[in-house]
């Protein structure tokens, strides 16, 4: 997993108080995990706002479904699941209003830049908004999956949990994810030799 | 990624661009939000039969509560099939029945007495020495029913016995047990063979 400080048995005790009524173990929960499953909504959806929105929702539902999580899976794959598919819910809700939408929030990503290296950093924040783009242009169950795999490093077992699909699908979406993106980045010119 | 990269020619290219793409850091306060989302929310509690059903999946005690769970069914049904057999009707039904459609050839007749029916044991053996009945009626003693030859090898023998359910059978010189070939009925003897089965049921009038 790429962000975590608590491991695997603090998170199941905390889980597992949590499960016997003490609310209070749930806040290191939230603080633990509000970071990486930010960084997934923000780069399944296109808005900052929507992105915190469903990172609040898919902590009421872990929170008010936390009775059914019953350990067979780790609790963060049960965790991004969840996001996962609140951010599928969003994104329906948002491509139906497109037209209507304000352009793209893409700044917030923004690092900042030092005097050197200003151009390498300028390029550098090119390619990876460019990269977004087209990772917003491929479906969201592949682009959900590669998301989990390369950002959040999630096993391809783990993959599978959190989108409660089997090992060999994951490996599918996976493949078949990055052949969209590879796809999508060809149409966009963002192939070829520099 | 300092400078541009064909992703289309190295998909290990795009992995590795994936990998590299800058997190971004939620906005400040969203923890806070969500905290104070949650605190209106009612504390979620484990129902007792989710505890219960949860202890049967956690990794560590699974095959043992399995294990345990197989013993305890297994127990159940050795129970129910005692209870269903206790509460069987008894193997003699009353009413008045043909006894003659039930144990030919060995034939037994309605005893005017009441007390008992004249069973009629008949067997063929044209090699034996000697045949005996033994069964449930004479503690599966040979000794006690001797049968007396007759004509073209029948051996034949009559006892008196009362209403009731018998296993038997045959005994030939004194060592090799046959169940009756014609039995209408027979059921296992527990060791892998088979007794036959007669059932004198009670009647009222003869």
Same mark, same amino acid.
């Given at each position: 997993?790429?962000?975590?400080?608590? #491991?695997?048995?603090?998170?199941?005790?905390? =889980?597992?108080?949590?499960?016997?009524?003490?609310?209070?173990?749930?806040?290191p929960?939230?603080?633990?995990?509000?970071?990486?499953?930010?960084?997934?909504?923000?780069?399944?959806?296109?808005? !900052?706002?929507?992105a915190? #929105? +469903? =990172?609040?929702?898919?902590?009421?539902?872990?929170?008010?479904?936390?009775?059914?999580?019953?350990?067979?899976?780790?609790?963060?794959?049960?965790?991004?699941?969840?996001?996962?598919?609140?951010?599928?819910?969003?994104?329906k809700?948002?491509?139906?209003?497109?037209?209507?939408?304000?352009? $793209?929030?893409?700044?917030?990503?923004?690092?900042?830049?030092?005097?050197?290296?200003?151009?390498?950093? $300028?390029?550098?924040?090119?390619?990876?908004? +460019?990269?977004?783009?087209?990772?917003?242009?491929?479906?969201?169950?592949?682009?959900?999956?590669? $998301?989990?795999?390369?950002?959040?490093?999630?096993?391809?077992?783990?993959?599978?949990?959190? $989108?409660?699909?089997?090992?060999? +699908?994951?490996k599918?979406?996976?493949?078949?994810?990055?052949?969209?993106?590879? +796809? =999508?980045?060809? #149409?966009?010119?963002?192939?070829? !030799?520099p | 990624?300092?400078?541009?990269?064909?992703?289309? *020619?190295? &998909?290990?290219?795009l992995?590795? %661009?994936?990998?590299?793409?800058?997190?971004?850091?939620?906005?400040?306060?969203?923890?806070?939000?969500?905290?104070? /989302?949650?605190?209106?929310?009612?504390?979620? @509690?484990?129902?007792?039969? *989710?505890?219960?059903?949860?202890?049967?999946?956690?990794?560590?005690?699974?095959?043992?509560?399995?294990?345990?769970?197989?013993?305890?069914? /297994? %127990?159940?049904?050795?129970?129910?099939?005692?209870?269903?057999?206790?509460?069987?009707?008894?193997?003699? &039904?009353? /009413?008045?029945? *043909?006894?003659?459609?039930?144990?030919?050839?060995?034939?037994?007749?309605?005893?005017?007495?009441?007390? /008992?029916?004249?069973?009629t044991?008949?067997?063929? %053996?044209?090699?034996?020495? *000697?045949?005996?009945? %033994?069964?449930?009626?004479?503690?599966?003693?040979?000794?006690?029913?001797?049968?007396?030859?007759?004509?073209?090898?029948?051996?034949?023998?009559?006892?008196?016995? &009362?209403?009731?359910?018998?296993?038997?059978?045959?005994?030939?010189?004194? @060592?090799?047990?046959? &169940?009756?070939p014609?039995?209408?009925?027979?059921?296992?003897?527990?060791?892998?063979?088979?007794?036959?089965?007669?059932?004198?049921?009670?009647?009222?009038?003869?």
């Amino acid at each position: 997993m790429g962000v975590g400080r608590m #491991d695997d048995r603090e998170v199941a005790m905390l =889980v597992a108080r949590v499960q016997e009524g003490d609310a209070p173990s749930f806040q290191p929960i939230v603080r633990e995990f509000t970071p990486p499953l930010y960084n997934l909504a923000r780069k399944m959806l296109s808005g !900052s706002e929507d992105a915190a #929105d +469903a =990172v609040q929702e898919a902590f009421y539902r872990a929170y008010r479904d936390i009775a059914k999580f019953d350990g067979r899976t780790r609790f963060f794959s049960w965790l991004y699941g969840i996001c996962v598919n609140v951010c599928y819910d969003a994104g329906k809700r948002r491509k139906r209003h497109l037209e209507r939408e304000a352009p $793209l929030d893409e700044g917030e990503a923004a690092q900042p830049e030092g005097e050197e290296n200003a151009l390498e950093r $300028l390029e550098s924040r090119q390619v990876q908004e +460019a990269l977004r783009a087209c990772l917003r242009k491929i479906p969201a169950p592949q682009r959900a999956a590669l $998301l989990l795999r390369y950002q959040e490093d999630l096993s391809v077992d783990e993959v599978a949990q959190a $989108l409660d699909i089997g090992l060999s +699908a994951a490996k599918m979406r996976i493949s078949r994810g990055l052949s969209a993106l590879q +796809a =999508v980045c060809r #149409d966009s010119g963002m192939g070829g !030799s520099p | 990624m300092k400078e541009r990269v064909d992703f289309t *020619s190295d &998909p290990s290219l795009l992995e590795e %661009a994936l990998r590299e793409m800058a997190r971004d850091a939620p906005p400040a306060g969203l923890e806070a939000r969500i905290l104070e /989302g949650i605190a209106a929310i009612p504390a979620p @509690r484990r129902s007792i039969w *989710s505890r219960f059903a949860m202890a049967f999946q956690t990794p560590a005690a699974t095959w043992a509560y399995r294990l345990a769970a197989l013993i305890l069914l /297994g %127990a159940i049904l050795v129970n129910l099939r005692d209870l269903v057999a206790l509460r069987t009707p008894p193997d003699v &039904p009353e /009413g008045p029945e *043909s006894l003659a459609s039930l144990v030919p050839p060995t034939a037994a007749t309605c005893p005017s007495d009441g007390c /008992g029916f004249l069973v009629t044991f008949q067997f063929r %053996a044209d090699e034996a020495a *000697s045949v005996s009945v %033994a069964g449930t009626f004479n503690d599966w003693d040979p000794a006690r029913a001797p049968m007396v030859r007759g004509e073209n090898g029948e051996w034949r023998l009559q006892l008196i016995l &009362p209403p009731g359910k018998y296993e038997y059978q045959y005994v030939i010189d004194g @060592r090799r047990f046959v &169940p009756d070939p014609e039995a209408l009925e027979r059921q296992s003897d527990g060791y892998g063979g088979e007794n036959a089965v007669l059932r004198l049921k009670r009647c009222s009038s003869v």
